[in-house]
């Protein structure tokens, strides 16, 4: 599977942003696609992850309320809808995808089989 991340820029503190994943290259009904973010200097962090098959969600604490995943299945595209954005959001987002499909273990990056090359994210104070 390749991914493909898109959308990123600069935003304010309070803005929105919605970021994208293109996704291609086979069957994936059975994937869970994730987002996860790296700031300079910091570990990889999960940000959510969808069920691509039922639509399930799960989200890191960090944005939950905040962050909405979504995935359009006639575009083979996933969503990251970031509302409320604080400057801690800033990062290089990345979109990944398990072939595993859905489990407890969905926040895991070592889970993630295939990885796309990354947005950036900037959010100004």
């Known amino acids: 599977v390749q991914l493909q991340a898109y959308g990123g820029g600069l935003v304010q503190a309070g803005g929105s942003l919605r970021i994208s994943c293109a996704v291609s290259?086979?069957?994936?009904?059975?994937?869970?696609m994730g987002w996860f973010r790296q700031a300079p200097g910091k570990e990889r962090e999960f940000v959510a992850a969808?069920?691509?098959?039922?639509?399930?969600?799960y989200y890191a604490d960090s944005v939950k309320g905040r962050f909405t995943i979504s995935r359009d299945r006639f575009k083979n595209t996933v969503y990251l809808q970031m509302n409320r954005l604080k400057p801690e959001d800033t990062a290089v987002y990345l979109c990944?995808?398990?072939?595993?499909?859905?489990?407890?273990?969905?926040?895991?990056?070592?889970?993630?089989?295939?990885w796309g090359q990354g947005t950036q994210v900037t959010v100004s104070s």
């Open positions: 990944a995808a398990a072939r595993a499909g859905w489990g407890p273990w969905i926040s895991g990056d070592d889970r993630y089989d295939d």
């Open positions: 290259g086979g069957s994936f009904s059975n994937y869970a």
């Open positions: 969808i069920y691509w098959s039922r639509g399930d969600t």
